[in-house]
């Protein structure tokens, strides 16, 4: 395998085996244990060699849970899940029982939650009034806190409720506080009708699921500018079009589609499961003379082969619960997509915002679609067709069909870094970032394909990459000839129109949905969200994902000028924490833990809260030293500028071997203690004073100064490296170790 540093460090990191913390597999090793565990159900023995033929040559990788678990005691290989929620409390709960399995198991879960009945409706068994959707979201999420996934897959959710729903305005506001429900993306299910409302600025009913009664109406153009506001502060809520989705349901039979996976791109019926894979478009180019074209008879050979992968993995699988073993047996649902499609396009010399560019996108993904449903019909042939074929929408055709589904445009954040190739159908982020390793060493990472070129054409030098690695793009280098600068185009150079187009034009040829962000700079407007939102319903697409950069709390930046020695002294001492003040006040807390009684003693100056002192057992014990260096680091912090309430959102849900419970509540260790204090005092601060003085920001321009002169792009710090995460597809996912929010 031509690996990458980056891609051997997340293949050690999260999905080569270990024994004892250590590694006791090597790539090429993992990829025989997949390909042999996903050929047992072959009776010739030369799929196998096939099937670790392609991942070998990094021309297709199947979704991440097969990856870490084929041939492996968990033997869970589905990426994909959604679970009924029924508005009863035993439904509520039954189904977040089966979501910690999943989520143990390595999955990511959907939910709608639209047939909860709505907050303060009557609750007739108790005589009581019902909490509402957000409510019991706000408890899945917590639940997904605890919820361990080995140290490889971290729980994610998807959230949706019906833009019909009597809470839809409390749903879409849910997360605008971002410390908040941060284990789900949410989306609202929006329908034809609403659309219609929205178009002719006219009324529209919210019913209640428990009666089918209209409760109220409301103004259905105020509420899609509520959603496009809630977007344009921080990327939520998504929308996907449910009333399209079910149009395209290909067993309506069997039941509704009411919420996809955790990114959009697999709507899926109650209890359904589906795994991925996708093919690296980068490998799929070929010189022809002097040219260079899609090699269309490698592609073919490699869908037909895959699409036998991914039909193989259904039945090698090891389901968490019987009833989706059940119904994705009966559905048998795949979904093959791609990534590597913008290395594809630099490499034939096309342009991502262009028409040439477009159809490109269109050609590559009919050709996908139709060899894929071609190589699922030879197996429905071989094998028969999937047990719920009677009364789907391939009965009519005559033909046998072995999957229900076959294509998909999944985010490829992990699997993508592995491969050494671009995200999904994402344009690239940056042509070259830097990236910091041990010891504040740092060392510039450059996307192969566009190295690759430069050096073809004569033009690499490294000083010119670390003028990329500056900004992220070649826009102003005029060291690079316009024509290639028309071709190194980045995620933030294309336009929200091109975005879209591009996403629709695969969509026409996909059975699933496509994931996707739409980025747009940080100067975007609401009415440039709205119009996007607009233009996805009118060109077909199934859902979309926006992205204004630097909307989120936590950001930092992940490509900037390269500093020298002067400024970086300006700016270490600009950013020096101020001066403890002489004088403060402040209170003392007392709180019990794992280790024993804890007292937390927090003050505070007319600049907001300043320091923390803590002091629990014996002077020179463990417990202690440690709560004393984490409430040292605190206070260094929070005269550094970080937010009281950052603080409390890195520490809160830090476990240690002895959790106890105080009061009603857990406490988990020593850092979630201090966490719990430290909120209740923000809390009571807030009501005692709502203008209380905020922690300042340090004082240091240079970033803001940067990102308006270098087109600096923001993302959020990963909490496992803090390296660079990137909001593509989706889904923000580490640059450096392959950490994703959503799988």
Known sequence: MQLSNNARTVLERRYLAKIDNKLVETPEDMLRRVAKNIA??????????????????????????TLMNAGRDLQQLAAC?????????????????????????????????????????????????????????????????????????????????????????????????????????ISVGITEDFMEAVNSNKNYALINPRSGE??????????????????????????????????????????????????????????????????????????????????????????????????????????????????TKANRKIGLGVMGFSDLLMRLG???????????????????????????????????SFPNYKGSIFEKTGKPMRNSTVTTIAPTGTISIIAGCSSGIEPIFALAFTRNVMDDDRLIEVNAQFEEILREEGLYADDLVEKVAAT???????????????????????????????????????????????????????????????LAYDLGCKGVTVYRAGSREGEVL???????????????????????????????????????????????????ICEVFTTIGKAGGCAGAFSEATARLISLSLRSGVQPEQVVKQLKGIRCPHPIWQDGKQVLSCPDAIAQVLDEYIKQQENTNNDRPMNPPIANDSASETTSESSVFKGEICPECSGNMVEESGCSTCLDCGFSRCS
């Open 40 to 65: 047992q159900h072959e009776t010739d023995p030369t799929w196998e060699e096939k099937f670790f033929e392609i991942m070998n040559n990094l021309e297709f990788l199947p979704n991440s849970p």
């Open 214 to 327: 209209t409760v109220k109406e409301l103004n259905a153009r105020e509420v899609f500018e509520l959603i496009v506001e809630m977007a344009w502060k921080n990327g939520e809520p998504g929308i996907v079009f449910l009333d399209r989705m079910n149009r395209a349901n290909p067993t309506p039979l069997v039941g509704e589609i009411e919420a996809t996976n955790p990114c959009g791109e697999q709507p899926l019926l109650a209890n359904e499961s589906c795994n991925l894979g996708s093919i690296n478009l980068s490998t799929m180019a070929k010189r022809k003379g002097t040219e260079w074209v899609v090699n269309w008879d490698r592609l073919q050979e490699v869908v037909e082969i895959s699409v036998r992968f991914l039909d193989n993995v259904i039945d090698v699988n090891k389901y968490p619960i019987p009833a989706i073993e059940e119904m």
């Open 81 to 185: 899940f959604v679970l009924p929620i029924e508005d009863s409390m035993e439904g509520i709960f039954e189904t977040l029982k089966n979501t910690a399995l999943i989520q143990k198991s390595g999955g990511g879960t959907g939910f709608s939650f639209s047939r909860l009945r709505p907050n303060s409706d009557v609750v007739s068994s108790t005589g009581g009034v019902a909490s509402g959707p957000v409510s019991f979201m706000k408890c899945y999420n917590a639940a997904t806190d605890a919820i361990k996934q080995g140290g490889t897959r971290r729980g994610a959710n998807m959230g949706i409720l019906r833009v019909d729903h009597p809470d839809i305005i409390e749903f879409i506001q849910s997360k605008e506080d971002t410390s908040q429900i941060t284990n789900f993306n």
């Open 472 to 534: 992220g793009n070649v826009r102003d280098l005029e060291q690079i000839p316009s024509a290639l600068r028309d071709i190194f185009v980045t995620a933030y150079e294309v336009t929200p129109e091109w975005h879209i187009r591009m996403q629709a034009a695969f969509q026409e040829f996909v059975d699933n949905a496509v994931s996707k962000t739409v980025n747009f700079p940080k100067e975007a407007t609401k009415e440039d969200i709205k119009e996007v939102y607009e």
């Open 558 to 608: 992940t490509v900037g000028h390269k500093q020298d020695a002067t400024e970086k002294d300006k700016d270490e001492a600009s950013s020096s924490p101020r001066k403890r003040p002489a004088v403060t006040t402040g209170q003392t807390i007392r709180i019990k833990t794992g280790c024993g009684t804890l007292y937390v003693t927090i003050n505070a100056d007319e600049q907001g």
């Open 350 to 384: 096309i342009a991502y915002n262009s028409e040439e560019g477009v159809e490109l996108g269109r050609e590559i993904m009919r050709f996908i679609q139709t060899k894929g449903h071609a190589a699922s019909v030879q197996l429905g042939e071989e094998r028969g």
